[in-house]
Nanobody, 129 residues
């Protein structure tokens, strides 16, 4: 059974940085795309970034380029999302998700929540002014 456990959220001042972690277990993730999403109050869950587990290939939504960095450590079975220069509009619950692509080197973009089979419980990020 796949389990995704996020951590690293908290209350941060604007301009600060955070690194979120997602520990993945229960499966060989070689054919998986791992994604980070976020959901602010009253808003839909939105895609932030994805990483291909097999080789670390990444993709970001346009607005995330520059301040967000997704990475993974295979030895620790952990996916990270580093957020720099945090802004109040980054306030949201951040979710880690896993999509089984069936391919070791899938070239697709997985930007819709429905494309992911497994989700973590989320970690709250609150950015104060």
């Amino acid at each position: 059974q796949v389990q995704l456990v996020e951590s690293g959220g908290g209350l941060v001042q604007a301009g600060g940085s955070l690194t979120l972690s997602c520990v993945a277990s229960g499966r060989n993730f070689g054919n998986y795309i791992m994604g980070w999403f976020r959901q602010a109050p009253g808003k839909e869950r939105e895609f932030v970034a994805q990483i291909r587990w097999s080789d670390g290939n990444t993709y970001y939504r346009d607005s995330a380029k520059g301040r967000f960095t997704i990475s993974r450590d295979g030895a620790k079975s952990t996916v990270y999302l580093q957020i720099n220069d945090l802004k109040p509009e980054d306030t949201a619950v951040y979710y880690c998700a896993a999509a089984n692509t069936g391919l070791r080197y899938s070239t697709r973009t997985y930007s819709r929540p429905v494309e992911y089979e497994h989700w973590g419980q989320g970690t709250q990020v609150t950015v104060s002014t």
